[in-house]
């Protein structure tokens, strides 16, 4: 195995995480529709487990790369910027789809739900209630992952530190808000198509503040290990602009589903 090279770009060793995950993201999809129509769980834990078990070890593979074996050149940071932009895109683009959707049902109520829109029977939730106090928890939370970037930029550990923290547990707690709100849902995703892209819509959309949890949660493990600094901190760069992105969205559909549509 050859130990040097003459180009700045990063030759990926055989891993066998993507066809893990790969596997492991069919078992969850299994697990899923099994869910869904026999109310067993137990793929859908198989799934889970093997998709966060596969994370932990991906990331820490790519971490050991960057930041401890330094093969992430310049050349190599601007490609993974460029990466996690097209991702962006492509998830602006998944969620275009549902909000396409629902403004197909909702501009033009069918007959089949009574030309009218919320359908008749349905009570939509209140925008003033918990949709709005989530919305300041996010707007907030992403002032405070700004305030870490900046702290990050300025060698502030302590306050980079204290302002990851903060924007986790608005993530935990949005989530939070966001289950005891299906739990008291007056209405389920099986009625009728405002059921649906409700709960698709939000639900895809509570899934990636999960996501985005998480990935701060790995910065800040990182920043407390001391992995990241002003001129090394990709990771924590793009975790600040997924967690925007994710932001974004959620206004988006504040004012479309639970305020316009309701």
Not at 33 to 55: A, V
């Amino acid at each position: 195995m050859l130990t040097k090279s003459n180009h700045p770009f990063h030759m990926v060793d055989m891993s066998p995480w993507p066809i893990i995950s790969a596997t492991g993201m069919m078992i969850l999809t299994f697990g899923l529709t099994k869910w869904f129509n026999k109310t067993d769980t137990t793929l859908l834990m198989l799934g889970t487990s093997i998709m966060i078990l596969t994370m932990i070890q991906w990331w820490r593979d790519v971490i050991r790369e960057s930041t401890f074996q330094g093969l992430h050149t310049s050349l190599v940071s601007k490609g993974l910027r460029w990466g996690m932009i097209l991702f962006i895109v492509s998830e602006i683009m998944f969620f275009a789809s549902f909000f396409w959707s629902f403004f197909n049902s909702s501009l033009a109520p069918t007959i089949e739900l009574g030309m009218n829109w919320p359908p008749v029977g349905i009570q939509p939730f209140s925008p003033i209630q918990i949709p709005l106090l989530n919305t300041l928890i996010l707007l907030s939370s992403g002032i405070t992952v700004t305030w870490a970037h900046y702290s990050l930029m300025n060698s502030n550990h302590s306050q980079t530190t204290q302002s990851l923290v903060i924007t986790v547990i608005m993530g935990l707690y949005f989530t939070t808000l966001q289950a005891y709100e299906y739990w008291e849902a007056p209405f389920t995703i099986s009625d009728n198509m405002y059921g649906s892209s409700f709960f698709i819509t939000t639900g895809f959309h509570g899934i990636h503040v999960m996501i985005g949890t998480m990935f701060l949660v790995t910065c800040l493990t990182r920043h407390i290990n001391k992995q990241l600094s002003t001129n090394h901190h990709f990771g924590f760069e793009a975790a600040t602009w997924y967690w925007h992105f994710v932001d974004v969205i959620w206004l988006f559909l504040y004012i479309s589903v639970y305020w316009w549509g309701k």
